[in-house]
């Protein structure tokens, strides 16, 4: 479990409620072939929501579940809804998917699991949560591919240098 610090002040207010486009992505990944990129894009500008409980310290930490043959995922939630449904107990954080990666990256999670208890469940394995710990998005480009959009670099006051 990793400990967690401040939630993101960007997410203050919010009712812990689905985006409807973001269930209807993560529903269609059986029947599309682009479905699981696109519903990964729709979980790139998506609030998620981290489960968290005490560890035995009695730290709040994000939750993680472990696979029949030893490996780890995060658990991350697209409502409360899907959250409650898991465990209700549980104390939800909401985070972008890029934060998310970066927990699984720090714990060492070998996937993201997003919605376990459904509507409809999506796991993102190693290579693509490196890629989204980077705060890199997947993007739908206008001829119906796929692209990564990267944040530019910090460019220093004055302008860039050569």
Do not use: H
Not at 94 to 106: G, H, M, N, S
Not at 112 to 118: K, N, Q, R, Y
Not at 146 to 156: K, N, S
């Amino acid at each position: 479990m990793r400990q967690l610090g401040s939630p993101n002040q960007a997410f203050a207010g919010d009712r812990g409620d689905a985006d409807p486009q973001v269930r209807i992505a993560l529903a269609a990944v059986a029947d599309d072939p682009a479905g699981y990129a696109r519903a990964v894009a729709a979980l790139c500008g998506a609030r998620l929501l981290l489960p968290i409980a005490p560890d035995p310290d009695g730290d709040l930490s994000a939750v993680q579940v472990t696979a029949a043959d030893g490996g780890t995922g995060l658990l991350a939630f697209t409502g409360l809804d899907a959250l409650l449904a898991w465990n209700p107990s549980a104390r939800p954080v909401p985070c972008t998917l890029d934060e998310v990666a970066a927990t699984a990256v720090e714990t060492k999670a070998r996937a993201v699991v997003v919605d376990l208890a459904g509507p409809a469940s999506l796991v993102m394995e190693a290579g693509l949560i490196a890629e989204l710990a980077q705060g890199r998005r997947l993007v739908e480009l206008e001829d119906g591919g796929f692209g990564w959009l990267y944040r530019a670099p910090d460019v220093p006051a004055g302008g860039a240098s050569c």
